[in-house]
């Protein structure tokens, strides 16, 4: 560390005055003050001193605290820039798995309406099939009662007309025997 008040600088400032005198007579031809040069190199290192204590120092630290700061910013910035890089590429994944799964559903979704189309359609037959059966059976039995009714009125025409061309009127068991004979004729 630099003292301008250390009795080296001292010493050396008067024996460097003493120097001075003996060649005086060269620089004084040139218009310089020894005794004026010495006190302004004692006056200057002591500013020397002073601005390199209270003002170098302090500015230096400021300088390095302040480079500190700017590191500091610097790194963080990088890691900002690699956090938001990590969130784009963890963004990126979650729309990817998002839609994924988006498509799996719509799949799950049209293979469960096809199935429920299938069986719908499946029991609209079933019971169209079943309506078809009904209908026929009821047809059939409408069929048997009209041929059933139609055998009674044949058979009964039958009889009257047997009855009126014999002349003579039946008895209940002839009309039933000739009912059932006409009947047995009709059904073969």
């Known amino acids: 560390m630099f003292n301008p008040f ?15 005198q003996t060649e005086e007579s060269v620089l004084g031809a040139l218009g310089v003050n020894w005794k004026l040069f010495i006190a302004q190199l004692l006056n200057f290192s002591v500013v020397l001193f002073i601005m390199w204590k209270w003002v170098y120092t302090p500015l230096l ?29 963890a963004s990126e994944e979650a729309i990817l798995a998002a839609r994924k799964e988006a498509q799996r559903l719509i799949e799950e979704a049209q293979k ?16 169209l099939a079943a309506l078809v059966q009904q209908g026929k059976d009821t047809l059939a039995a409408e069929k048997e009662r009209m041929v059933q009714g139609a055998r009674a009125e044949i058979a009964e025409l039958a009889v009257l007309i047997a ?7 039946l008895t209940d068991a002839q009309k039933k025997g000739l009912l059932d004979a006409a009947a047995k004729r009709i059904d073969s």
């Open 163 to 169: 009855g009126k061309a014999l002349g003579e009127k």
């Open 6 to 20: 250390a009795p080296e600088i001292v010493h050396a400032a008067a024996e460097a005055a003493a120097t001075v």
């Open 61 to 89: 630290k400021i300088i390095d605290a302040r480079t500190a700061k700017i590191d500091k910013g610097l790194k963080d910035a990088e890691a900002a820039a690699a956090a938001k890089s990590g969130a784009e590429q």
């Open 112 to 127: 469960a309406a096809e199935a429920q189309r299938a069986e719908l359609k499946a029991k609209t037959q079933a019971e």
